[in-house]
């Protein structure tokens, strides 16, 4: 059985009659059959469900990944913490005369660490890799 057809003239901005050819030859599908679509989405009555689920999923995703975001942001400042906490209570005080040459050195040492870190970041790898390798390892009672 034929479902029956009624057909309809309307009127669209001009922006939107764009929008909707671009998409109809994206899709390779008819622009009569995406406006028969959307109605009918926009006119069901479980539709606003369907799109409240839609943005929960979405909610939810970004939460996870606000979530490792927070966790990764948590391990680097305390990577920093124990770093910094290490060399300030292994690092003698210089002495006035070396001062100078220290300085020069620390600086020539921080520029070779941005190259460091420039060639890691550019590689992919990252610490947070490296912690789940090496958790791993210990996990499967392998040394690190």
Request: zero cysteines; a positive charge.
């Amino acid at each position: 059985m034929t479902r029956m057809r009624i057909k309809h003239t309307i009127r669209l901005p001009a922006d939107l009659s764009v929008r909707l050819a671009d998409y109809a030859a994206r899709k390779k599908v008819s622009q009569a059959l995406i406006v028969e679509t959307a109605l009918a989405s926009f006119l069901s009555p479980d539709g606003p469900e369907r799109l409240e689920a839609a943005l929960a999923r979405r909610l939810d995703r970004m939460t996870r990944q606000l979530e490792r975001m927070e966790r990764r942001v948590t391990i680097s400042n305390e990577s920093l913490a124990v770093f910094v906490r290490f060399w300030l209570t292994s690092t003698p005080p210089l002495p006035d005369a070396a001062l100078a040459a220290a300085q020069s050195k620390g600086r020539e040492r921080y520029d070779g660490f941005i190259e460091a870190v420039g060639r890691r970041l550019a590689r992919g790898k990252t610490l947070d890799d490296e912690v789940r390798l090496d958790v791993g390892s210990v996990a499967e009672g392998q040394d690190i």
